[in-house]
């Protein structure tokens, strides 16, 4: 028995064509060859069009011919790769359902997770796909969810090392202060939240009617607070835990602060990179 012109090396299946007139499909494979993904690509579209199924499509493709990803996903839509059930299970459907969409059908969440169920196995025969084709998925990659600044899923530092830079870079201020700039804090413990103005704006710039210049951050344990160079900043901790502000300082440059969050540890970069 021969394989679906889809499961070819490098052949990314993304549906089938449609006839523009009538907006019935035809029989045609749409297959999009992995080789035209060398550069750049953007998907645009209006809402709903399909932008994210699109995307969902071309990475899983991707993940079965063993092609890596790294997803960069602020608004949580890709996360669902992670929702794969080869035997289409309604109990598999159950935990990730909406109940409160399961209610206004007037239905149980077992009731909804089984019609659920039912259209993903229905839907995928009608584009010739079963279960053992979301399994292949499973075995062709390893599907990871990356959480900086939480726990929700592996925990990601995004920190980097306070080892001294190479003489070359100590000796050259540009390039140490583009180091430095590059160097963050995490709040380690603690809640609270952060004011952050341009210096232009002055030291009060509530009263000189600047407010809406001021950045206000909302930080917990995990939260990074980069207050950028020129600009004035102020940490309340309103948790019970203590934080911890980091000064870096290093002449010519600027002092750098880094709020890692009522505990001060002041150093300079000079005894941290000596």
């Known amino acids: 028995m021969s394989l679906p012109a889809y499961e070819k090396l490098g052949s990314f299946y993304l549906g089938r064509e449609v006839d523009a007139a009538t907006g019935a499909d035809k029989p045609d494979l749409l297959l999009y060859d992995s080789r035209d993904l060398t550069t750049h690509a953007v998907c645009v579209g ?3 069009s399909g932008k994210t199924g699109l995307c969902l499509s071309i990475l899983e493709e991707a993940a079965i011919d063993g092609v890596p990803a790294i997803a960069i996903d602020p608004k949580g839509d890709i996360g669902n790769l992670l929702l794969t059930f080869p035997e289409l299970r309604a109990h598999d459907f159950a935990p990730w359902v909406d109940t409160g969409e399961a209610a206004r059908k007037g239905m149980t969440t077992d009731q909804y997770a089984a019609a659920t169920a039912e259209t993903w196995r229905k839907g995928l025969s009608d584009w010739d796909q079963d279960g053992e084709r979301i399994r292949r998925l499973q075995s062709s990659a390893d599907f990871t969810i990356y959480t900086p600044g939480s726990t929700s899923g592996r925990p990601l530092s995004i920190l980097r090392s306070f080892a001294a830079p190479a003489p070359e870079l100590r000796a050259d201020p540009a390039s140490l202060r583009e180091r430095i700039g ?3 804090a995490g709040l380690l413990d603690g809640s609270g939240f952060s004011l ?3 210096n232009e704006h002055g030291t009060m710039p509530f009263k000189n009617g600047k407010q ?3 950045r206000l951050t ?4 995990g939260t990074l607070v980069i207050p950028p160079l020129q ?3 102020q940490h309340f901790n309103n948790g019970k835990v203590p934080a911890t502000s980091v000064h870096v300082y290093s002449p010519p440059l600027e002092s750098m602060n880094f709020y890692v969050g009522g505990v001060v540890d002041s150093t300079s970069v000079r005894a941290l990179w000596s």
């Open 182 to 184: 590059a160097t963050v």
């Open 218 to 221: 909302e930080w917990k344990e």
């Open 46 to 48: 209006m809402t709903g």
């Open 196 to 198: 952050m103005w341009p």
């Open 231 to 233: 600009w004035f900043h």
């Open 212 to 214: 809406s210049q001021v």
